[in-house]
């Protein structure tokens, strides 16, 4: 590379990989591309993937990509929870205009970017070909006469443009058009053609003419074609290298023409391109000649533009898995696959203990919590074994208590849902003993204020949970808040609390605390209407867990993971239930009218409005 290139989609094929082969989901939902510093998630656009093998075909927008430094980036995968990480559109911006990577095997062909062209084949065309990327068409001419019309945009008076494409053919054909537009109108038509052996950018004659390249072109090889118009000049490049000298012209715009590709369609019985054409794309700018070369360096030999290191796990990007298993009712169970050592977990059955439900409650362990100890979050319960037995290195090991592993008393195997969470710069687990005070500051450690904390009790006082919004108010995690004298205030390096539930004498308590981080964790708030199906937007990304809770009157909080299917959420000691939380959604989530999430204005005790408060974790 010559220079440095902004915005540029980066070609990342591997031809397979052990690791996605093992722990990707198959359709590669999970797959995704983060910058340097691990955090900043990368537009990306998976064209091909393959989980028998974990062969990958992906396209990857790099900011900032240097010409004297390596650029590192990171790909994640492992959650098999997740929504799909693809931004397509995303990816081809910077002046693109139409990008057809021609992988369909049959019918209608796909534009990439946000303009969703569409194009039609014609004739008989094998669209199930290997391509120099990936899938491709193989064009059957010349004795058949096939294309693709793309219905695509006009083109401006004398706009900048830049046309490339992947190609090679078998037989040498006059003027067969390789990407060609305007030439059926015969009118200041423009495209890349191969003239027998002679490589062309075609231009109308009387605004200019051909620009011819140089390189005489063989049969059976792999080029890569581009031409540029920069509202001047014209420039024709082969391989990465200019083929010819600039040469000025003009053209006064075309419209009412459909670009071709494999034909020009000058005539009803034009000549085919007869050969395979890949990986076409038209831009509303003149690509500069170090583009171009990066561009051919990276497609034409991939694993020489890049090198790949060894599996790592990274807290910032993977520090958050959820998922659901059916209970076998055998202790020392281990759940796997999380993919890191959690820090956090939080555990609830999808079960309603008929006469206590302190026995069908949530519980949650820390990473601080030592031996064969968990937290039941309802009511005064102290920490308890036989429960979420110990955090592993790839999950965690369950007893055979109702709360987390029962094989019969829900009229058959229980069903558990789960989230994990890792520690990490903005996630952090600690323990302190209470002072018996009226307050104590809770500090140590702490880089940074956080605007989500829970308080785990070790002894028999209840949990509670606390966010920045709403004064002083804390939660427990059963019906009974809010609280006034718990977690009193949120510190900006921690958190301090009061004498109620979280400050008695020589008694250890547990907590985590959340930094609010965009795309990752957001605190917020919404008032009641009634109205069901509502979606409460702006959280920022789709969240992977969630919990809502009012902040007016003592309803139970309730909590929804991606695990969680159909109208269905949890409180924290009742079965799962419709109506409360519907669905997680791409900004947010969907509340029904249930009062605990969504009740009427007014309805609320000694309120006008019914505030509600949310947590989302996204991933």
């Known amino acids: 590379m010559a220079a440095i290139q902004t915005d540029f989609p980066v070609l990342i094929n591997l031809s397979s990989d052990l690791d996605l082969q093992a722990y990707a989901r198959s359709d590669g939902f999970d797959i995704s591309f983060a910058a340097s510093d691990g955090v900043t998630q990368l537009s990306h656009e998976i064209e091909s993937y393959n989980p028998a093998t974990g062969a990958l075909v992906a396209w990857v927008k790099i900011p900032s990509l240097s010409s004297t430094v390596n650029t590192d980036i990171y790909m994640y995968y492992g959650d098999p929870a997740s929504a799909d990480q693809q931004d397509i559109p995303g990816v081809w911006t910077n002046g693109y205009v139409e990008v057809w990577h021609l992988d369909e095997t049959s019918g209608t062909v796909y534009d990439s970017t946000s303009n969703s062209f569409t194009g039609t084949p014609s004739g008989t065309i094998n669209q199930n070909a290997t391509g120099k990327i990936d899938g491709a068409d193989d064009f059957l001419g010349p004795s058949t006469t096939t294309w693709h019309t793309l219905a695509d945009g006009n083109f401006g008076n004398n706009a900048a443009l830049t046309i490339s494409a992947w190609f090679r053919f078998d037989t040498s054909t006059t003027w067969a058009g390789i990407v060609t537009k305007g030439r059926e109108i015969d009118h200041d038509w423009v495209g890349l053609w191969a003239n027998g052996t002679q490589y062309v950018f075609g231009w109308d004659w009387r605004v200019g003419g051909n620009v011819n390249g140089a390189t005489t072109l063989s049969t059976n090889t792999w080029y890569y074609g581009t031409g540029t118009f920069d509202g001047t000049d014209r420039r024709i490049y082969l391989n990465g290298a200019l083929d010819a000298t600039p040469s000025p012209g003009s053209y006064a715009g ?23 054409i890949d990986e076409v794309r038209i831009s509303s700018v003149a690509r500069s000649a170090n583009w171009i070369a990066t561009e051919y360096n990276n497609q034409s030999a991939p694993s020489s533009f890049y090198a790949v290191g060894a599996a790592e796990a990274n807290s910032s990007f993977c520090w958050i898995a959820t998922g659901s298993y059916t209970g076998n009712g055998v202790a020392g169970r281990a759940i796997t696959g999380l ?9 609830k059955v999808d079960y309603d203990h008929p006469v206590n439900t302190d026995l069908s409650a949530a519980v949650m362990r820390t990473s601080d919590m030592a031996g064969d100890n968990s937290k039941p979050l309802k009511g005064g319960q102290a920490l308890s074994a036989n429960l979420i037995q110990s955090l592993d290195a790839n999950g965690f090991t369950v007893g055979n208590d109702l709360r987390v592993n029962d094989a019969t008393t829900c009229g058959g195997p229980c069903s558990y849902h789960w989230v994990a969470f890792r520690a990490n710069a903005n996630v952090k687990v600690g323990t302190y003993v209470g002072n018996g005070g009226a307050s104590q500051d809770i500090t140590s450690g702490f880089t940074f204020s956080p ?13 509670t949970n606390r966010t920045n919004l709403f004064g002083v108010n804390s939660q427990p995690f059963n019906a009974g808040g809010p609280e006034f004298d718990s977690i009193i205030a949120l510190l900006a390096n921690g958190f301090s609390v009061g004498s109620t539930y979280v400050n008695s004498s020589g008694v250890t308590y547990y907590y985590v605390a959340w930094n609010q981080v965009a795309g990752k964790t957001s605190v917020g708030s919404y008032v009641g209407n009634g109205v069901d199906n509502r979606s409460i937007s702006g959280v920022g990304f789709q969240p992977r867990f969630v919990i809502v809770q009012s902040a007016n009157d003592g309803y139970d909080p309730f909590q929804r993971s991606v695990s969680m299917v159909g109208d269905a959420s949890v409180s924290f000691r009742n079965a799962l239930t419709t109506n409360r939380i519907q669905a997680l959604e791409a900004d947010g989530f969907q509340v029904g009218t249930y009062t605990a999430v969504n009740k009427s204005p007014g309805a609320c005790i000694g309120e006008t409005d019914c505030d509600y408060i949310y947590v989302a974790f996204g991933r």
């Not at 000058?266 to 391109?273: E, K, L, R």
């Not at 993919?339 to 555990?347: N, S, T």
């Not at 605007?451 to 949990?463: D, L, S």
């Open 339 to 347: 993919g890191f050592q959690p820090d956090i977990v939080l555990m």
């Open 451 to 463: 605007e989500y904390v829970i308080v785990m009790p070790g002894g028999t006082e209840r949990a």
């Open 254 to 276: 075309i419209t009412g023409s459909n670009t071709s590709v494999g034909n020009d369609r000058y005539t009803a019985s034009a000549n085919t391109f007869d050969g395979i």
